[in-house]
C-alpha cells in the first residue's frame, strides 16, 4: 500500500509555511491536504495557491467546509496557544478521529520530542511539540538523565529576535511553563527552569542553547557519550543540530553546594552543553534554527504516525 495520509496546516504564517514546504518536499507517507489561515493576503496562503494545495482564510470553520475535508487524516495547528484550545474543541466535534500536532505551547496532549519519547505517543490523538527552546534542549537532558539522575536541569535559549513570529511573542509565558514542564516530565530532571532571550543583533544569530545539568554523580565519559549519541539522533531530522564546544564538567562539593529553588542546598556534577541550531532554509532564514527544529520534529512525529497507521490499514487488509 502505498497510499500518503493526507495533511491539513493551521497558520498560514512563517512556521506553517516552512512546514508545508518540508511536506511538499520532503514527505514519505503524508501529502499536503489544506493550507489554512485568517489573513486572505498571506504570502503562506499565496504560495500555498500556487503550489496547488487548498486554501482558506476562513480558519477552522473554512476548512470545514473545504471538499478535502474529511479526507484529512493529520492537522499541525502552528497559531498560538488560545488559539489552538478553540482550534481542537471545533474541529474534534466534527472528526474525533483527527490527529493533531500541536506546535504551539497550548499542550492539551501529552508532550512529544521524537527522539526521546515520539514512539510512546503514536497512538496519541493530540501531541504537543512543547516549544522550540524544548525540542533544542530536552534530548540533552535527557541524555544525561539516562546515565546519572538529574536533580535540576536548567536551559537557555537564545534566538534572533527576527525570528520570533507574533505567536512566539504572545506565548512567552507559556513557553517557560511548558518547557519547564517537559524538561521534567519529558527530560527526567527533577526540577526545571527554561529561560529564552530575544536577540535583536544584527546580523541575526543562529539559534544558541544552554543546558545545565545537576546530578549527584555520574560518569564523565559516560555522559559525554550518550550526549554525542543524542546529538547524532537529532541530527536525523535537524541536519544543523550541533554541540557549539565540548561538554564541560564541574564538581560541586559538599562544602560549596548550590542552593536550588524547591529542593535545598545540593552538591555533585554539574554538566553544562552549549548548542547551535542552524535551520534548513527551506522557506526559512538558516538562523531561524528555533523554527526549523519545531517543524522539523512535527514533521518525523507525523511521519511516524502515518507510517503506523498506513501499517495498521495494510495489515487489515
Avoid at 110 to 139: K, R
Avoid at 192 to 218: H, Q
Avoid at 268 to 276: Q, R, V, W
Avoid at 301 to 308: H, I, K, Q, V, Y
Amino acid at each position: 500500500m502505498s497510499k500518503k495520509l493526507k495533511a491539513a496546516i493551521i497558520g498560514s504564517g512563517n512556521i506553517g509555511t516552512d512546514l508545508m514546504i518540508k511536506i511538499l518536499r520532503h514527505g514519505k507517507h503524508i501529502e499536503m491536504g489544506a493550507m489554512v489561515g485568517i489573513d486572505s493576503a498571506s504570502d503562506g496562503l499565496a504560495r500555498a495557491g500556487r503550489l496547488g494545495v487548498a486554501t482558506t482564510h476562513e480558519g477552522v470553520e473554512g476548512l470545514s467546509r473545504l471538499p478535502v475535508f474529511d479526507s484529512i487524516d493529520i492537522v499541525f495547528d502552528a497559531t498560538s496557544a488560545g488559539a489552538h484550545l478553540k482550534n481542537d474543541k471545533f474541529l474534534r466535534e466534527l472528526r474525533p478521529d483527527l490527529r493533531m500536532i500541536d506546535l504551539t505551547p497550548a499542550a492539551i496532549g501529552p508532550y512529544c520530542v521524537p527522539v526521546v519519547n515520539g514512539e510512546a505517543h503514536l497512538d496519541a490523538l493530540n501531541v504537543n511539540m512543547v516549544t522550540c527552546g524544548g525540542q533544542a534542549t530536552i534530548p540533552m537532558v535527557a541524555a544525561v538523565s539516562r546515565v546519572a539522575p538529574v536533580i535540576y536541569a536548567e536551559i537557555v535559549a537564545s534566538i534572533s529576535s527576527k525570528s520570533a513570529g507574533p505567536g512566539t511573542r504572545a506565548n512567552i509565558d507559556e513557553f517557560t511553563e511548558t518547557t519547564s514542564t517537559a524538561i521534567k516530565t519529558v527530560g527526567g530532571a527533577l526540577q526545571g527552569k527554561a529561560i529564552i532571550v530575544l536577540n535583536p543583533a544584527e546580523p541575526p544569530l543562529i539559534m544558541r542553547d544552554t543546558v545545565y545539568c545537576l546530578s549527584e554523580s555520574g560518569d564523565e565519559d559516560a555522559i559525554e557519550e550518550s550526549i554525542a549519541r543524542m546529538v547524532a539522533d537529532v541530527q536525523q531530522y535537524v541536519p544543523g543540530y550541533r554541540l557549539k564546544q565540548k561538554v564541560q564538567f564541574e564538581r560541586v562539593s559538599e562544602q560549596s553546594p548550590l542552593s536550588i529553588p524547591g529542593i535545598g542546598r545540593v552538591s555533585g556534577l554539574k554538566t553544562s552543553i552549549f548548542l547551535e541550531v542552524e535551520g534548513a532554509a527551506h522557506y526559512l532564514p538558516a538562523y531561524a534554527g528555533n523554527l526549523d527544529i519545531m517543524t522539523s520534529a512535527a514533521l518525523v512525529t507525523a511521519e511516524n504516525m502515518a507510517a503506523r497507521i498506513i501499517h495498521q490499514l495494510e495489515v487489515s487488509l
